[in-house]
Nanobody
Framework: QIQLVESGGGLVQSGGSLRLSCEAS????????VGWFRQAPGKEREGVSC??????????YYADSVKGRFTISRDNAKNTVYLQMNALKPEDTAIYYC?????????????RGQGTQVTVSS
């Protein structure tokens, strides 16, 4: 059974940092693309970042809105994907979800977690 569990969200001041974790079970995170997307009230869902499988050279992708501030990484031993978020802005406030994409970073989400709330105060 495939499961993804996000953690690490919280309340942080503008300019602060958070590290989100996505612990996976039922599959190996290095065998599939894992991405992060976010959903804010009244806004469209936004893809934030993705890391491709190891056989696709673990390429990373970022939305323009987070490029240079967010870093995605993977710990195969812990079967976990991380999203390090620095220089956070109020507009980063959203529920953050991780998702497994069996056909690569540019494909649709096949499985996703329940999400973790990130709130950035000004």
């Amino acid at each position: 059974q495939i499961q993804l569990v996000e953690s690490g969200g919280g309340l942080v001041q503008s300019g602060g940092s958070l590290r989100l974790s996505c612990e996976a079970s039922g599959f190996n995170v290095d065998d599939y693309a894992v991405g992060w997307f976010r959903q804010a009230p009244g806004k469209e869902r936004e893809g934030v970042s993705c890391i491709s499988s190891s056989d696709r050279d673990s390429e990373t992708y970022y939305a323009d809105s987070v490029k240079g501030r967010f870093t995605i990484s993977r710990d195969n031993a812990k079967n976990t994907v991380y999203l390090q978020m620095n220089a956070l802005k109020p507009e980063d406030t959203a529920i953050y979800y991780c998702a497994m994409r069996s056909r690569g970073c540019r494909a649709r989400n096949d499985y996703r977690g329940q999400g973790t709330q990130v709130t950035v105060s000004s």
